[in-house]
């Protein structure tokens, strides 16, 4: 009987369909990665045939579901199948590896026998193929569901920027519209309160606007250009920009001396946008009248980019929940909350580490860490 030859030939079944996925370099599962695969499969069917060579095979159906394309869910096979397909996409596996490990099975099976010359009567041959059809389908349908759930979330997601993005756009607009509507009327001057409100917009605006397009960079696929650049330079740079945002925000910019000996192997685009979030971020919450300061050195064979501010010292937790998507720590709600987040993917897309610490009672110091490199 089928069940027979299943059980005592059940290690050679399994070895075969183990040789078939090495052999498409698909490496297979270990037991602990895959608690619901094909052995448990096997033990599945040899059960489903003993019950069907008793009084009551009707009963069978309970493990393997029923035959002519109908729902398995509820079966042993059908859970389990969903289980297995879930097991495989956790581990990067598409829905073609999964039908692939079924028709392995049923193919190693039919050539054992062969090769044995084991009979396999009309009866057994259908009880198997209702298992492997039901198997498939639900494996199959698990899939489709996973996937269509993590595209519905991925869009959902994309709808919460832009949602997000539009919002702070339009605040923004109309903060600038009115007060260049009142510069207009002539009862305010042009260096006035309502003019620093206007500067104040178009600053914001223009930082939404790059940290936006800062996020759609480092989400496509092609890696960013990297070049050595010296850090001295860079720095340079960085500072001329930033000046007169420290000043919009009325506060000042320090920038320390920096070594020309020092470079780094970069995108010089993504780790500007990092350094300049890191400022921007500092300008909005250090106190008014105080500095921001920026520091880049040496440490051991690491090049370390230092922005302190002023800000009081950190609200009470783990600092690190502010680099999350979408966090805002202080009382100035301005913005997205994704600056942080996009500049730790900028200082990861160029092999670096952000991180920040608390300086209570004072402000924080948010690092960037990078590889060191000799100039050219």
């Not at 070049?227 to 000042?252: N, P």
């Not at 010292?313 to 913005?335: A, N, T, V, W």
Request: charged share 25%.
């Amino acid at each position: 009987m089928l069940h027979e030859f299943l059980s005592s030939n059940r290690t050679k079944l399994i070895e075969r369909c183990q040789l078939k996925a090495t052999q498409r370099a698909a490496p297979w599962l270990t037991d602990k990665e895959s608690a619901h695969g094909i052995p448990r499969f096997i033990d599945q069917i040899i059960r489903t045939l003993q019950v069907e060579q008793t009084s009551e095979p009707t009963q069978s159906r309970k493990i393997s579901g029923p035959s002519g394309g109908g729902s398995s869910v509820t079966s042993e096979i059908g859970s389990t199948a969903r289980l297995h397909a879930q097991e495989l996409l956790q581990h990067g596996y598409t829905v073609d590896r999964v039908v692939r490990d079924y028709g392995d099975l049923c193919q190693s099976i039919t050539d054992l026998a062969v090769e044995d010359t084991v009979p396999i009567n009309v009866d057994e041959f259908r009880t198997l193929n209702r298992c492997l059809d039901n198997a498939i389908a639900d494996s199959v349908t698990e899939c489709a569901e996973r996937t269509q759930f993590a595209t519905d979330r991925a869009t959902d997601a994309t709808h919460e920027r832009m949602g997000v993005f539009a919002h702070e756009l339009r605040n923004l607009i109309a903060t600038a519209t009115y007060a260049l509507a009142a510069i207009r009327t002539g009862q305010v001057g042009p260096s006035g309160s309502t003019a620093a409100v206007l500067d104040r917009s178009l600053v914001s605006l223009r930082t939404l606007v790059d940290r936006t397009l800062e996020d759609v960079r480092l989400r496509a696929p092609a890696s960013a250009p990297r070049k050595l650049i010296r850090l001295a330079d860079f720095i340079t740079h960085i500072e001329l920009s930033a000046a007169l945002e420290a000043q919009s925000r009325g506060c000042s910019l320090v920038v320390a001396p920096v070594d020309r000996g020092l470079a780094v192997d970069v995108d010089p685009e993504t780790l500007s946008s990092a350094v300049n979030n890191l400022l921007q971020n500092a300008f909005k919450f250090t106190r008014s009248g105080s500095q921001v300061s920026l520091n880049a050195y040496v440490s051991a064979e690491r090049i370390l980019i230092d922005v302190e501010d002023n800000c009081g010292g950190l609200p009470p937790g783990d600092p690190e929940h502010l680099i999350r998507p979408f966090m805002q720590g202080g009382k100035d709600r301005s913005g997205v909350g994704l600056g942080l987040s996009i500049c730790r993917r900028c200082v990861e897309a160029n092999h670096g580490v952000l991180s920040v610490r608390d300086v209570p009672g004072i402000g924080c110091v948010f690092t960037i860490e990078l590889p060191r490199h000799l100039p050219a």
